[in-house]
């Protein structure tokens, strides 16, 4: 037996007979229904006409709804007035507008579904490598075709409000965030933030993949769930790093191989250590936008939550659209990141590259005008972190570095939406890609 595609012509004419009776009706449903929800052809009409009345702040009621038609010349097309006039006597009042319009946008998502299990069937068939991150986004789109915009009134709002007031004063003096594992910058920032845009921005080899790795391990190691993306570095790498934070090796003698024998048992017991770590590592080269919001889902669904998002680097992020215009490229994926941690309602790290005009100025400290290839940046961002360390020109304009700072790095929080800006120091060891407060000496070499 053939299956009838779902649909509900008599909600769709008890939708358009509501409208037609009573046109306040139409602001209950705004929200909500779409033109090619409804699946007669006559209906879409029908309702486009509505919507262009109500675009132009004509109330659509059945005298204008029928003009409307006429001078689109699409009236015989509808079935004629007396159709039209058959929707206005198909329902008795309004009152049951919301109730039609649930069963209609039920029918639609249906459709939807069906069509898009069809292209879904047609992409499994293919030989297109990326048919798996297109399928998930075909079905997000089902989902966020179907939310619902809404205004919030000051009650519920208040109401909210003192409910996390209530919490925070119940916690005042503890994070609000999660942690960056550096006291100097928890203080001010209060950790990071729920959905929160926080750019890490520095220029090459300044120790910007450090510090954040850095932090990935703190936050870790405290529990929280870390998703990182490392767009630069492959995971090899970055497992190197992490197991000369967690060991205190030399990096260098890590990848080289020459490890001592009395250094074996150490290095094993933090591999079980590090094994047991909360973060996950992506490490494909050059994923859209929408490869890491597909990614960032499965994980999240197979994970249960994630509390932090890394990203290394911006630059490096492809755009889901190509433009010959790098500038647009970066202000969309600014935009569409910010977007992401909203959605995802967790702080982003994401890392950036600042511009060469740093190197043309004599104080090489970085501003946010330095911020590479976009303004959106600095304004699309809730945080902006520099990083510089005086050792790194040093080396550069071969000059010695002020004696008692050849390990320190500062790092500016240049903006902060919701806080104050200012400096923090941190001490920073090359031979394990580390930073540690200023006031707590980094342990010597397989101290614990």
Request: proline share 3%.
């Amino acid at each position: 037996m053939e299956r009838m595609i779902p649909n509900n012509i008599q909600a769709e004419q008890g939708i358009l007979g509501s409208i037609l009776i009573d046109p306040d009706a139409y602001d209950l449903i705004a929200d909500r229904l779409k033109v090619d929800d409804f699946y007669r052809d006559a209906h879409r009409i029908i309702y486009g006409s509505v919507l262009s009345l109500v675009s132009r702040r004509v109330t659509p009621d059945f005298v204008t709804v029928t003009d409307e038609l006429e001078r689109e010349e699409k009236l015989d097309v509808v079935g004629g007035l007396s159709y039209v006039t058959g929707l206005l006597n198909a329902v008795p009042t309004s009152g049951n507008v919301e109730y039609y319009t649930n069963i209609v946008c039920k029918m639609a998502e249906q459709r939807r579904l069906i069509h898009i299990a069809g292209q879904i069937a047609t992409l499994a068939y293919s030989q297109d490598p990326n048919a798996l991150e297109t399928a998930e986004k075909l079905l997000f789109d089902i989902q966020r075709h179907t939310d619902v915009q809404q205004f919030y009134g000051m009650s519920e709002m208040v109401s909210d409000y003192m409910d996390e007031l209530d919490m925070l004063h119940e916690k005042r003096g503890s994070l609000t965030g999660v942690s960056t594992g550096y006291s100097d910058l928890d203080i001010p920032t209060g950790g990071l933030q729920k959905s929160d845009f926080i750019l890490l921005a520095g220029r090459p080899s300044s120790g910007k993949t450090a510090l954040a790795l850095s932090m990935a391990y703190k936050t870790a190691m405290l529990g929280n769930h870390v998703a990182i993306f490392s767009l630069e570095m492959g995971r090899r790498q970055l497992m190197r790093r992490l197991m000369a934070m967690a060991s205190k090796v030399d990096m260098q003698r890590l990848r080289s191989g020459w490890i001592e024998d009395n250094e074996w048992d150490l290095i094993t017991s933090k591999a079980a250590d590090l094994s047991q770590l909360p973060i996950w590592v992506n490490d494909t080269a050059g994923n859209p936008i929408a490869s890491i919001r597909s990614q960032l889902r499965r994980l999240v669904k197979e994970q249960g939550h994630v509390d932090q998002v890394m990203i290394d680097y911006l630059g490096l992020i492809e755009p889901d659209e190509k433009s010959e215009n790098r500038v647009q490229e970066v202000s969309k994926i600014s935009r569409d990141l910010k977007k992401l941690a909203r959605e995802f309602n967790v702080p982003f790290l994401v890392l950036a590259q600042l511009s060469r005009q740093v190197e043309q100025r004599a104080n090489k400290h970085p501003m946010l005008s330095d911020l590479r290839d976009s303004g959106s940046l600095e304004q699309d961002a809730d945080v902006v972190l520099f990083i510089y360390r005086d050792a790194y020109y040093a080396a550069q304009e071969g000059r010695e570095v002020e004696q008692g700072k050849e390990n320190i790095a500062d790092i500016t929080i240049a903006k902060h939406r919701n806080g104050p800006t200012g400096d923090a120091q941190l001490i920073f060891k090359a031979d394990e890609t580390m930073f540690y407060d200023l006031e707590v000496s980094p342990p010597a070499e397989g101290e614990e």
